[in-house]
């Protein structure tokens, strides 16, 4: 069996000689990742754009294939991993305003690790409006970050590193990993990207990697949502509508300036500009001469984001190689848990979509790989329906911690030791906010099994969906109205009754936990 030492505080966290010590932790973080843009989850990427490194934590350890997020987007669910509670107790429950001000005084998994006697860093995007609590070191980009000599903020100030911010970040992790030293206390140091978030811009290493390559469309990539609901046709972020050809698809003019053009590449020194003008001038000339329409323009949009985006995970799969590669060269690998995934899923594509916020699998649903040797059997598959809610009580388990009798979420330790659990959650809760805001994506809120899913699209609509995944798995028909479904659909009413009684969410919250200005 193995050991952990429990530590009561910090004064007792020395490990007994005969006990292992506590394992450190690496939890890595991209932004926006969808998993549908990880090879380990993506048989058609090997033969594309494959992300071996990510894969290979997948083959060392174990592969989950249905983790859901509470709120598909970046703070919110950064709020939920760090609190182990849902946003209307966090009080995050959107990116935009006051909403989006993390309120750092409160109970956090880094502070009561840091309480259990570890080293704790916080190393990359942020994305919570007020400083880090919690961590020994703490060393992020303000807001969303700069993909070219991004600025940095830490306890002593602001300045600005000159890079391209993955390889930065990592830089950074490894540094702070190296000077720790013989340090004996166990860490767990979070590593988040920037990457892959729009605009997407590769790195001056993978500009040129799918030159050539013809990405696969998604079959729903023209949906006219006749299956769907209002919130599917009302969005704004469709790659036909939304998809800004200068500012996302980098057919600048080369005398822009201004506005996004300054905060994006305008950031780049001559030589950065130089290789990146190399690969996207012909493709603005060769853009201009086509003169797409329609149909043909949409394809040509889908193909270039997929270019953009896709090299920019090449740098972030890169990262975790160097991770990984640092941990065996260390030794370090033998104590260490590694996890990988993105604070939420996001459309490639799908119904004609990039962003995320809807309760559909694409956003719903986020990468997760997990590694341990020794405690999680290599190239094992678990398809329970975890979430980044049980991260918080995870990282404390496997650093032997008490549980907070205030978390919501659960230890998936158990599961990753394969260990027989008979009452794992089979349905889980929803619920996303922002809204009016960028995308006009409506609230809704709803509950999943593995089968089906259930959504109230609550404000200034009303309107319900339910899906089956089973006969449906691209969420293309509501099957809301449909008799055949009534007594299941009844069962679920019920049930997401429960999990809001559960989680202790009121209507009056729905319409209370709103993005404040
Ligand atoms: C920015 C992006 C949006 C994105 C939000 C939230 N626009 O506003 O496309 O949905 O961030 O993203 S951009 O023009 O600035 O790229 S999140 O990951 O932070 O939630
Ligand atoms: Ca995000």
Not at 65 to 74: A, E, G, H, K, P
Not at 278 to 299: A, H, K, S
Not at 352 to 370: A, H
Request: proline share 6%.
């Amino acid at each position: 069996m193995m050991l952990l030492a429990v530590s009561t505080g910090i004064a007792s966290c020395s490990p007994q000689a005969e006990e292992a010590p506590r394992p450190n932790i690496i939890f890595i973080m991209s932004d926006d990742h969808a998993w549908q843009a990880v090879s380990a989850y993506n048989e058609r990427l090997q033969y594309v754009a494959p992300t071996p490194n990510i894969d290979r934590i997948a083959q060392d350890g174990m592969r989950f294939d249905r983790c859901l997020v509470t709120n598909s987007i970046c703070g919110p669910s950064r709020a939920t991993i760090l609190t182990g509670k849902y946003s209307h107790l966090n009080g995050f429950p959107a990116n935009v305003g006051q909403s989006g001000h993390f309120d750092g005084s409160q109970q956090t998994f880094p502070k009561l690790l840091r309480d259990a006697g570890y080293e704790t860093a916080m190393i990359g995007k942020w994305h919570l409006g007020s400083d880090p609590t919690g961590f020994d070191h703490w060393d992020i980009l303000p807001g969303q970050g700069h993909y070219y000599n991004p600025t940095f903020i830490n306890a002593e100030g602001t300045y600005d590193v000159h890079g391209y911010v993955s390889d930065i970040i990592t830089d950074k992790t490894l540094e702070w990993l190296d000077d720790r030293g013989d340090n004996a206390e166990p860490f767990m140091v979070m590593m988040h990207h920037k990457a892959p978030h729009r605009e997407w811009e590769p790195g001056p290493k993978y500009l040129n990697r799918f030159q050539g390559v013809e990405f696969p469309e998604p079959f729903n990539l023209f949906d006219d949502y006749s299956g769907m609901g209002a919130a599917a046709r009302e969005q704004d972020m469709s790659i036909e509508v939304t998809m800004r050809i200068p500012e996302d698809l980098k057919m600048w003019p080369p005398d822009a300036s201004g506005g996004v053009y300054n905060r994006t590449i305008g950031r780049m020194d001559q030589q950065q500009r130089k290789l990146w003008d190399m690969t996207y001038e012909p493709i603005r000339e060769e853009f201009e001469r086509l003169n797409l329409q329609g149909e043909d323009l949409v394809r040509w949009k889908y193909q270039r984001y997929m270019y953009d985006y896709l090299a920019t995970i090449q740098s972030i799969d890169e990262s975790v190689g160097r991770i990984l590669q640092y941990l065996e060269e260390t030794g370090m690998d033998e104590n260490t848990i590694v996890i990988y995934t993105s604070d939420q899923g996001f459309y490639l594509g799908e119904h004609g979509w990039f962003d995320k916020r809807f309760m559909y699998e694409e956003s719903y649903r986020t990468p997760l790989v997990v590694k341990w040797p020794g405690h999680i059997e290599p190239g094992s598959v678990n398809k329970d329906i975890v979430s980044n809610l049980d991260f918080a009580q995870t990282f404390l388990d496997v650093a032997g911690a008490p549980d907070p009798v205030d978390m919501q979420g659960r230890s998936m330790l158990p599961l990753l030791k394969r260990e027989s659990v008979g009452d794992w959650r089979t349905a889980h809760y929803y619920h996303y906010y922002e809204y009016p805001s960028v995308h006009s994506v409506k609230r809704h809120y709803g509950i999943a099994t593995d089968r089906y899913k259930l959504m109230h699209f609550y404000y200034d609509i009303d309107e319900w969906e339910m899906y089956d995944l089973e006969t449906d798995p691209h969420e293309m028909q509501n099957v809301y109205n449909d008799p055949s479904y009534a007594s299941v659909r009844d069962d679920l009413h019920i049930r997401l009754d429960e999990l809001r009684e559960k989680y202790g969410e009121t209507e009056e919250d729905s319409f209370r936990m709103r993005p404040v200005n």
